[in-house]
């Protein structure tokens, strides 16, 4: 080895592909995991207690919609009992008081909500389902109990302009954090990027409002943003780098260093049921894959940034160059940016079109 | 923001000390920081009972051979983050 092995501090936990949204940039792959291969609460309970031995701080429990597990406050418990600090990252749609306050004596430290804008009709069609009263009411269950709070939007070209009426939603709520998400183009969102990504002019106000945001909220509600990266100059750190910081288990225990590594063809993931999470860590063919600087082709080989970014997205080389072991090339370094900037050419019109033609993703059988 | 003294700081919700490996850490949204000498020494003090200047006390007596002016500037810089970051609330 050329490096000491990293330790992981995050355990990304996709308990379940079912969801009763259809989001049009589901981050889920396009080839959802069936009911019938979920892990059992007693294998998900084994998989938290190897993560707190290998050195993972921190849970989150994903989805899908992870309320659609049965056994969600048991696996907060379990999550909790082996030592991880535990998120819940949700639509807020399968709950009531009761299992929210089922799910704090279970040691629920943090509560993100995912909103799909500030409007009933935006958060319609953009998730096929009437969801924005019920995440509303979940606020006002939040506000009189003592837990973390994060709000979550997911932006693109059709909500970008509600940004203020987003910012009025966390202000006027009990969270602590909020975070502008700008749709990443993998899976679902790739598949409907033309009708997702925002113009130039749309991202240029959004970055000056959410940068004052930031500033008159200091102290208040910790401000975080993505931008979405076509329109960055460099790459981001993705993951933190691969096979660096983040694990991901899916619903039926296979282990990935990203949501979207299973697009890149010849890739082998290890089960948590057939191996231990260390070796799976440590040794496995598609941790290693990527791990590290050895991979690299120029520019990123003799590049000062590769250990900021780490040469980006594996995903996204794949998808625009070709090639995942290519520089990201939305990175201005990149042979390959030129494809980034046509693909944004073609979308400088005003956010006109018509949502209509979306594909919107199933849930699972 | 303006630190009063004579305020209490305690841990936001969502934010606790953990341990893995020896190392203790803050853990909070999104994130964990380790922490080491001075850093533990006032977080664990950010408990609602102690004020401030009791901390500053506390940690002036501890860090003895550091100068008392530079061991409090150091305090209400780190509280300053700390709350920044949300990871800390004050009680009058």
């Known amino acids: ?365 | 923001m303006a630190i009063d003294l004579n305020s209490k700081p305690h841990l936001a919700p969502g934010c606790r000390l953990g341990e893995n490996n020896n190392q203790r850490v803050l853990l909070m949204p999104e994130r964990a920081l380790r922490l080491n000498g001075p850093s533990l020494e006032i977080v664990q003090r950010c408990d609602g009972k102690h004020t401030v200047s009791e901390i500053v006390a506390d940690l002036q007596k501890l860090y003895s051979k550091a100068e008392p002016g530079k061991v409090e500037s150091d305090i209400l810089g780190y509280l300053e983050l700390l709350h920044k970051d949300r990871a800390l609330d004050f009680t009058a």
């Open chain 1, 1 to 365: 080895m050329e490096h000491p092995q990293p330790t992981p501090l995050v355990l990304v936990c996709e308990l379940t592909h079912r969801c009763p949204l259809h989001c049009v940039y589901c981050s889920n792959p396009r080839e959802l995991a069936a009911r019938s291969s979920e892990l059992s609460t007693e294998a998900w309970s084994s998989v938290f207690r190897q993560a707190s031995e290998v050195g993972v701080l921190q849970a989150d429990f994903t989805g899908g919609e992870p309320l659609a597990r049965t056994d969600i406050v048991e696996l907060v418990r379990a999550a909790r009992a082996a030592g991880l600090y535990v998120s819940l990252i949700t639509s807020g749609l399968p709950l009531d008081e009761a299992r929210l306050d089922a799910l704090l004596g279970a040691g629920l430290d943090h509560f993100q909500l995912s909103f799909q804008g500030s409007t009933d009709s935006v958060a319609e069609q953009i998730s096929g389902t009437k969801t924005h009263a019920q995440k509303l009411r979940v606020l006002d269950w939040l506000k009189s109990r003592r837990v973390a709070a994060t709000l979550n939007f997911v932006l693109h070209r059709h909500n970008l302009h509600q940004l203020n009426e987003m910012l009025a939603i966390a202000e006027t709520s009990s969270a602590t954090r909020v975070e502008f998400a700008n749709v990443q183009y993998y899976g679902w969102g790739f598949v409907n990027r033309e009708l997702l990504l925002p113009t130039r002019a749309q991202l240029d106000q959004f970055l000056l409002d959410v940068k004052a945001a930031e500033e008159r909220l200091r102290g208040k509600v910790r401000v975080e943003y993505v931008v979405p990266d076509y329109y960055a100059k460099y790459p981001k750190p993705c993951m933190g780098g691969w096979g660096r910081k983040v694990m991901l288990i899916s619903p039926n225990g296979d282990a990935l260093p990203c949501h979207a590594a299973s697009v890149i063809p010849g890739m082998h993931f290890e089960n948590v049921k057939d191996k231990p999470l260390r070796e799976i860590w440590e040794s496995s063919d598609a941790f290693q894959k990527f791990r590290g600087e050895s991979w690299m082709q120029e520019p990123c080989k003799t590049c000062d940034r590769r250990t900021q970014d780490f040469g980006g997205c594996r995903c996204q080389a794949l998808q625009i160059a070709g090639d995942a072991s290519a520089t990201d090339p939305v990175c201005c370094l990149s042979p390959n940016r030129a494809k980034v900037d046509a693909i944004l050419s073609e979308i400088q019109a005003p956010p006109s079109t018509p949502m209509a033609s979306f594909l919107y993703r199933p849930n699972p059988s």
